[in-house]
């Protein structure tokens, strides 16, 4: 399966400002997606990262807030904008072939708010 | 709307104790359902997919069930480095993304040596 990085591993911000998160994967890949995992909650998708056009939210997740990037098949950024305490969580990547074969994940990017 | 339940919410083993997890599910037609181990401060790793009611899939001491309302995953005589949290996720064949996951919370398997 595809090795996928995520950076920066953690990070802890201000209130206020924005984190910019990147996922490479090693090989190229039909889908990518953006989870978050927040403590004692499932994982929740936040977004499908199309290449080269805007991505698609999931109920609750709105582009001003989580911008996303993906500028080839094989690269892919999420933003965190206006960061609060309710921000804090893991933020996931992950990836996907073809419809039925499973979604591989990043290791993800633990994100503290001060 | 798809949902996942996972029980139970911990377990705590004797290595050696063989026992079930459960992973119980509402979906609008089941393209899949995955089971995944995670690690502290690890993604998500994927273990099993299942297609359709009656099948099954073995890893080591992992095997992997399937009905038309719920999933098992039966670990026999665990050791301690089966010691994870275990995900299960469906994704379902309309409605919204077709390639979205709807994960449970998890259970938290322990196992003492």
């Known amino acids: 399966s595809a090795v996928i990085s995520q950076k920066p591993s953690r990070d802890i911000c201000q209130r206020g400002t924005s984190l910019t998160i990147q996922c490479q994967v090693d090989?190229?890949?039909?889908?990518m997606f953006w989870y978050r995992q927040q403590p004692g909650q499932s994982l929740t998708l936040i977004a499908t990262?199309?290449?080269?056009?805007?991505?698609?939210?999931e109920s609750g997740f709105v582009i001003d807030k989580f911008p996303i990037s993906r500028p080839n098949l094989t690269f892919s950024t999420l933003t965190v904008s206006n960061l609060s305490p309710e921000d804090s969580s893991i933020y996931l990547c992950?990836?996907?072939?073809?419809?039925?074969?499973?979604?591989?994940f990043g290791d993800g990017t633990r994100l503290s708010i001060l | 709307e798809d949902q996942v339940t996972q029980s139970p919410e911990a377990l705590r083993l004797q290595e050696g104790e063989s026992s079930s997890l459960n992973c119980s599910y509402t979906?609008?037609?089941?393209?899949?359902l995955f089971w995944y181990r995670q690690d502290p401060g690890k993604g998500p790793e994927f273990l099993f997919t299942?297609?359709?009611a009656g099948e099954e899939k073995e890893k080591e001491r992992l095997k992997a069930t399937l009905t038309k309302k719920e999933s098992f995953l039966h670990i026999t005589a665990p050791k301690p480095e089966d010691s994870a949290t275990y995900l299960c996720?469906?994704?379902?064949?309309?409605?919204?993304?077709?390639?979205?996951?709807?994960f449970g919370k998890g259970t938290l398997l322990t196992v003492n040596p």
């Open positions: 992950s990836v996907q072939g073809h419809l039925g074969q499973p979604q591989h």
């Open positions: 090989s190229q890949v039909t889908m």
């Open positions: 990262a199309n290449q080269g056009s805007e991505a698609t939210y």
């Open positions: 979906v609008s037609g089941l393209r899949g």
């Open positions: 299942l297609y359709s």
């Open positions: 996720a469906v994704q379902a064949r309309s409605g919204g993304s077709n390639y979205k996951l709807t």
